[in-house]
Nanobody, 123 residues
Framework: QVLLVESGGGLVQAGGSVKLSCAASGGTFSDYAMAWFRQAPGKEREFVAAINWSGRSIYYADSLKGRFTISRDNAKNAVYLQMNSLKREDTAVYYC????????????????WGQGTQVTVSS
């Protein structure tokens, strides 16, 4: 069983930046592909970014490329999401997710989820 705990959310002004962290425990972190998803009010959860075990393979949602950066530190059992040039439409609950080995953008294939962290972008 893998436990994921997100942190770093909060209120940020449009154009600003925030870095989310996700701490993992309960498994061998380097066995897992990691991803970030988000869910805005009244909308379905959507894919944001994913990273494989080594960090050498990364996927981004096309609409977020260039503004968001996913990274991981296997020594710290953590994955991060750096979000820059934030827009009001980035307001959402951001979730960290994990699945063994194979990287995917499909949320249905992720086995473990954090509780989410709220990011609110104000104008």
């Amino acid at each position: 069983q893998v436990l994921l705990v997100e942190s770093g959310g909060g209120l940020v002004q449009a154009g600003g930046s925030v870095k989310l962290s996700c701490a993992a425990s309960g498994g061998t972190f380097s066995d897992y592909a990691m991803a970030w998803f988000r869910q805005a009010p009244g909308k379905e959860r959507e894919f944001v970014a994913a990273i494989n075990w080594s960090g050498r393979s990364i996927y981004y949602a096309d609409s977020l490329k260039g503004r968001f950066t996913i990274s991981r530190d296997n020594a710290k059992n953590a994955v991060y999401l750096q979000m820059n040039s934030l827009k009001r439409e980035d307001t959402a609950v951001y979730y960290c997710a994990a699945r063994r080995v194979v990287l995917t953008t499909n949320e249905g294939l992720y086995d473990y989820w954090g509780q989410g962290t709220q990011v609110t972008v104000s104008s």
